[in-house]
C-alpha cells in the first residue's frame, strides 16, 4: 500500500474509508460521546477533559490536532488543513474562557466540524478547497482589520493623554 497520493487534483486513498471510520470514531468520543441528562444535548471528552484549569484546554487541543494532523497524512489540501487548524485554534481559545468557553465548546464541536470538512473534501475536494481559501481569505481581513482598528484607537488614546498633561 502506497498510502494516499494525488491523481488529477483528487485525493486516493486506499486506506481512506479505514481512515474516516477512526476518525469519525474520535471526533464522536471528544465531542458526542456523553449525553446530558435533562436536555437534547451531548458533550464528550474534549469538554470534560477542558475543564482541568490551565493544561485541560492544551490536551483537548492536543487531542484535536492530532484528528488535523491526520487529515493532513491523508492529504486533504492545505486549505482545508488550515481552515480545520482554525476551528481548533478558535475552540482552545474561547474554550479556555472559564464557564463561558465551556457552553461554547458544547456548540462548536470544533472536532465534528473538522472531520465533516475531512468528508466533504474527499467527496468534493474543489469546491471543499476553495471555500476554505475564502473563508480563509475574509477571516483574515476581519482580522487584519481588527487589529487595524485597536491600533488607530490606541494611538487616538495616547495622543489624547499625550495632549491632557501637555
Given at each position: 500500500?502506497?498510502?494516499?497520493?494525488?491523481?488529477?487534483?483528487?485525493?486516493?486513498?486506499?486506506?481512506?474509508?479505514?481512515?474516516?471510520?477512526?476518525?469519525?470514531?474520535?471526533?464522536?468520543?471528544?465531542?458526542?460521546?456523553?449525553?446530558?441528562?435533562?436536555?437534547?444535548?451531548?458533550?464528550?471528552?474534549?469538554?470534560?477533559?477542558?475543564l482541568?484549569?490551565?493544561?485541560?484546554?492544551?490536551?483537548?487541543?492536543?487531542?484535536?490536532?492530532?484528528?488535523?494532523?491526520?487529515?493532513?497524512?491523508?492529504?486533504?489540501?492545505?486549505?482545508?488543513?488550515?481552515?480545520?487548524?482554525?476551528?481548533?485554534?478558535?475552540?482552545?481559545?474561547?474554550?479556555?474562557?472559564?464557564?463561558?468557553?465551556?457552553?461554547?465548546?458544547?456548540?462548536?464541536?470544533?472536532?465534528?466540524?473538522?472531520?465533516?470538512?475531512?468528508?466533504?473534501?474527499?467527496?468534493?475536494?474543489?469546491?471543499?478547497?476553495?471555500?476554505?481559501?475564502?473563508?480563509?481569505?475574509?477571516?483574515?481581513?476581519?482580522?487584519?482589520?481588527t487589529?487595524?482598528?485597536?491600533?488607530i484607537?490606541?494611538?487616538?488614546?495616547?495622543?489624547?493623554?499625550?495632549?491632557?498633561?501637555?
Open positions: 500500500n502506497q498510502g494516499p497520493r494525488v491523481v488529477q487534483g483528487e485525493l486516493v486513498n486506499d486506506d481512506l474509508d479505514g481512515a474516516r471510520k477512526r476518525l469519525v470514531s474520535l471526533a464522536w468520543l471528544l465531542d458526542n460521546s456523553i449525553p446530558i441528562p435533562g436536555l437534547n444535548a451531548r458533550i464528550g471528552l474534549d469538554s470534560i477533559i477542558g482541568v484549569p490551565g493544561i485541560g484546554d492544551l490536551i483537548s487541543a492536543g487531542l484535536s490536532m492530532y484528528l488535523v494532523s491526520e487529515a493532513s497524512k491523508l492529504g486533504v489540501s492545505r486549505a482545508v488543513v488550515v481552515r480545520m487548524a482554525g476551528n481548533v485554534i478558535i475552540d482552545t481559545i474561547i474554550g479556555s474562557v472559564p464557564f463561558v468557553g465551556d457552553l461554547f465548546d458544547m456548540g462548536w464541536k470544533a472536532n465534528t466540524r473538522n472531520v465533516r470538512l475531512l468528508i466533504e473534501h474527499c467527496d468534493q475536494p474543489r469546491k471543499v478547497k476553495y471555500t476554505s481559501w475564502f473563508i480563509i481569505a475574509v477571516f483574515s481581513a476581519i482580522l487584519i482589520a487589529v487595524v482598528g485597536l491600533g484607537a490606541m494611538a487616538f488614546v495616547l495622543s489624547s493623554i499625550f495632549h491632557m498633561f501637555r
